[in-house]
């Protein structure tokens, strides 16, 4: 075992960052046999509701037209919006240059229909494999939902689980944050429940839940929470963790994973571009932790005013593990700022990031652009270690990265190969 010498150390580093491969443990990707679902190419690319937002606010162009142009057409007039007539610096925007460029296309080019005529020679398994291997990632994690009907028949004839590399997390948002739908839906789906909360409704939402991680083989329960979410409060959300989504975690031996601080549809007319990030009570995430220490949650918040709080709070609860930089965060100079002080607070036992990706490609550039950063932050910390004289080897290297980005999820799960 040598010692990576301090002149190699940052390079070395950076090596590994950006090679180590990832388990990415919340996407909205899909495998190929999901069909439709799984979204990629060019125009998927172009209409990423990122790039929708920055788009309007170049143009007067109404809404509802908008929403009336095929997907080309829209994807025409975002690249001509953000790219041909501004430069794309914003991190949405920055992040499609680098596809392109990793994807071997000519970036000098700006043509947009070689791009889209390059990739329509693929096929989508093709185009699976190759993003799997530039990017380096190994595991994905989708999200997944029962009451969507795309999504549903792909599981009930079995055809979910077809390709291990993808691993399923089971939604439960339309429970938690719409339990009037969702008793429609339950009904539906052949569960005996009713709006009120009776012992027979608790009961048939917890069988609901169990046979559908079983049948996913989901890895944990996941839910986006209003940043005004409560716990414990005498409302409906409390019921449903106490009474249906805490029991059934711990039967099936699974994390909770709460995704907390989303305004839905601010703007409603900009559709999934429209939502926006608000602050939220830690003192949430700490109650579950504290009343249910054999339970694991996994937590990420949206606001950047509550990143320091729930960092603090991991130090104090090892049943609470934070990952990801989300959304509106998942930009570099958050990245940067987070994972600073994400490793001086608690080293490298937290999950530095998710890609959060929606189309396939770009897990290219949400993962080069923060495995560069988080390189960068730890080879600081080497060389500060290296000045006191505590060398490391490659092999640690190697292990610390290991850790960030693909063990400390299996580990927290109880699945540490
Ligand atoms: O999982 C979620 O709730 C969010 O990540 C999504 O709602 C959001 O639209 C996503 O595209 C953000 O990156
Ligand atoms: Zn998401």
Known sequence: QTVVSLADLRQTVERLALSMPVTDMHTHLYAPEFGEMLLWGIDDLLTYHYLISESFRWSEEEYSHFWTMSKREQADWIWKLLFLDHSPVSEAASGFITILKRLGLDVSSRNLDDYRQALSKRTVHEQVDTVMQIAGIEKIVMTNDPFDPVERPVWLSGNGKTDSRFYAALRVDTLLNDWHHAVNELQ????????????????ETRRFLAEWIIRMDALYLAVSMPGDFK???????????????IPVCQEQDIPFALMI????????????????????????????????????????????????????????????????????????????????????????????????CRVFEQLIYKWEHSRRIIGNVLADKYEKLHQSGWNVTEEEIKRDLDDMLNRNFWRFLGKGQ
């Open 261 to 356: 601080g989303v305004r839905r549809k601010v703007n409603p007319s900009l559709g999934l571009a429209g939502d926006m990030s608000m602050q939220s009570d830690v003192s949430a995430v700490e109650a579950l932790c504290r009343r249910y220490p054999e339970q694991k949650f996994l937590i990420t918040m949206l606001a950047r005013e509550n990143q320091h709080e729930l960092t603090v709070l991991a130090r104090k609860f090892r049943n609470l593990m934070i990952f990801g930089c989300w959304w509106f965060l998942h930009i570099e100079s958050m990245v940067e700022e987070m994972t600073r002080f994400r490793l001086e607070l608690l080293g490298t036992s937290m999950i530095p990031q998710h890609s959060d």
């Open 231 to 245: 716990y414990p409060a005498d409302d409906h959300r409390s019921k449903m963790i106490d009474d249906v989504m």
């Open 188 to 203: 539906n789906l052949g569960y005996d429940v009713q709006a009120e909360w009776t012992e027979r409704t608790r009961e």
